[in-house]
């Protein structure tokens, strides 16, 4: 499903709101997400899931094409952790 998509079921399921509305809802949502955990917040949706980051040690990688050996920066990772009713959904609907 993409955003646009999602933005279109809730305007179709939502009486009274615009899918113009329902985007900028669908943003503010995504955007408020983001903006925390660029802070290092935790987001917690109960029955959904939850964010945070996580950190990754610097390391030395490789150049897959020349084979080259290239400095990989330390840097902090989106994390997403399923909630048990979501895990639950997904495993039944399978």
């Known amino acids: 499903m993409t955003k646009s998509e999602l933005v ?3 305007a179709e399921q939502q009486a009274g709101i615009t899918r113009r509305e329902a985007e900028v809802v669908v943003n503010t949502i995504f955007s408020v997400i983001g903006d925390a955990l660029a802070v290092g ?4 949706l109960r029955g959904f899931g939850s964010f945070t980051t996580k950190a990754r040690q610097a390391r030395i990688g490789r150049n897959p094409k020349t084979g ?6 330390a ?4 994390h997403f952790k399923p909630g048990k009713d979501l895990r639950e ?3 039944n609907a399978g």
């Open 41 to 44: 917040d935790h987001v917690e």
């Open 75 to 78: 840097k902090s990772i989106p």
């Open 89 to 91: 959904r997904v495993d």
């Open 68 to 73: 080259e050996a290239v400095s990989v920066p």
């Open 8 to 10: 279109e079921i809730i």
